[in-house]
């Protein structure tokens, strides 16, 4: 991918794990679904190291036969639990703070989740963040297969509301698929090591640059004006 170090306009925030600090929540409900059928737990650096989309791998990975369970039990399951244990759930340290001075900088944003929509939105809604958002747009399902397709539709919806071309924007991610969602909009990535993907596993990505905090994150855009 080629990099634009010239100018962005627009940032595309993914949500779990980027904006959401839930990797150890999300973990956690896995583990105590892997419990209930006798499967080993996982630890959170193995979990860092491994988990990607779609989620129904890593759970094969770790000994689910989904010839004889349904994965959309364990999908509802996985959501009814994570949803029980939310609103205990906070934004990454300083992102708040981030999504403001970006805003007062002049940029557009907007959240693009493998989440489901509905979810998404309600959540964005309870962190009081809607106002920096032009789109919030999440997958119809709870079961967090792909956002690929989703991404195409999300830079076309943004191209007509803000005259926005793809070279003017970038993704904002933690998971080697928010690469993928990226090449699909063709817009550059950026992959923040502080979520469901460790730094060791972000380093796979092929074109994206990795950061180690949201604020160098911040500090490589302002730059960049």
């Not at 999908?75 to 906070?90: H, K, N, Q, T």
């Not at 919030?136 to 397709?149: C, F, H, P, R």
Request: aromatic share 12%.
């Amino acid at each position: 991918m080629d990099w634009n170090m010239e100018f962005y306009r627009h940032v595309i925030w993914d949500w779990n794990g980027t904006l959401l600090n839930d990797a150890r929540l999300s973990l956690d409900v896995y583990n105590s679904i892997a419990a209930d059928f006798g499967l080993e737990s996982v630890g959170l650096a193995q979990y860092r190291d491994e988990f990607g989309f779609p989620v129904i791998d890593f759970y094969k990975r770790h000994g689910f036969d989904f010839d004889k369970i349904d994965f959309r039990e364990v999908g509802r399951v996985f959501i009814e639990r994570y949803l029980a244990r939310l609103d205990a759930c906070p934004l990454h340290d300083g992102v708040r703070d981030i999504l403001r001075q970006l805003q007062s900088l002049g940029f557009t944003q907007s959240v693009l989740s493998a989440n489901n929509d509905r979810l998404l939105k309600k959540a964005v809604e309870r962190f009081g963040l809607s106002e920096f958002f032009t789109r919030v747009d999440g997958l119809s399902d709870i079961y967090a297969n792909s956002k690929t397709e989703l991404a195409k539709a999300h830079i076309a919806a943004l191209s007509d509301e803000l005259a926005l071309s793809p070279r003017d924007a970038i993704m904002a991610g933690d998971t080697l698929h928010d690469e993928d969602a990226a090449c699909a909009m063709n817009v550059d990535c950026a992959l923040i090591a502080l979520g469901h993907n460790s730094a060791k596993k972000l380093a796979e990505a092929k074109g994206a640059a990795v950061f180690d905090s949201h604020q160098k994150f911040f500090n490589f855009l302002a730059h960049c004006m």
